[in-house]
C-alpha cells in the first residue's frame, strides 16, 4: 500500500504561483511513477503531470511552459509548481500513484490521495 497526502493548495489571483505538495509512505517511494490530475465541478478527472522515478517528465499540453513537476525521493515527496495561473485551473488536485507512467486512465492509478483544492480568481 502506498498512501498520499496533499497539500498546498488554496486562493490565488490570476497570474499567481501556488506550489502543491504530495507526501508518500507506505512503500518504496522510488519504485513508483507520480502523477496530478485535477477534477473541476461537474468536469472528469484529467491528467496534469507526471514524473518517473528517473525524473522523465509528461506535461499535458494546457499546463506546458506553467506548471512543473519534480520530486524529492529523500523526502518521499512531489512537487507540483504552478506559475501563471489561470481561473480556468480551478479544480480540486490529486496526487497518484502507480508502477507506470501514464496520461490516463485514472483507473490505471492504483493509489490516491484525497485531493487539495485550488481556486484561482479573476
Known amino acids: 500500500q502506498v498512501q498520499l497526502v496533499e497539500s498546498g493548495g488554496g486562493l490565488v489571483q490570476a497570474g499567481g504561483s501556488l506550489r502543491l505538495s504530495c507526501a508518500a509512505s507506505g512503500r518504496t517511494f522510488d519504485g513508483y511513477a507520480m502523477a496530478w490530475f485535477r477534477q473541476a465541478p461537474g468536469k472528469v478527472r484529467e491528467f496534469v503531470a507526471g514524473?518517473?522515478?528517473?525524473?522523465?517528465?509528461i506535461y499535458a499540453d494546457f499546463v506546458k511552459g506553467r506548471f512543473t513537476i519534480s520530486r524529492d525521493n529523500a523526502k518521499n515527496t512531489v512537487y507540483l509548481q504552478m506559475d501563471s495561473l489561470k481561473p480556468e485551473d480551478t479544480a480540486v488536485y490529486y496526487c497518484?500513484?502507480?508502477?507506470?507512467?501514464?496520461?490516463?486512465?485514472?483507473?490505471?492509478?492504483?493509489?490516491w490521495g484525497q485531493g487539495t483544492q485550488v481556486a484561482v480568481s479573476s
Open positions: 497518484a500513484a502507480d508502477r507506470t507512467l501514464r496520461r490516463g486512465p485514472t483507473s490505471s492509478y492504483a493509489y
Open positions: 514524473i518517473w522515478s528517473g525524473d522523465s517528465t
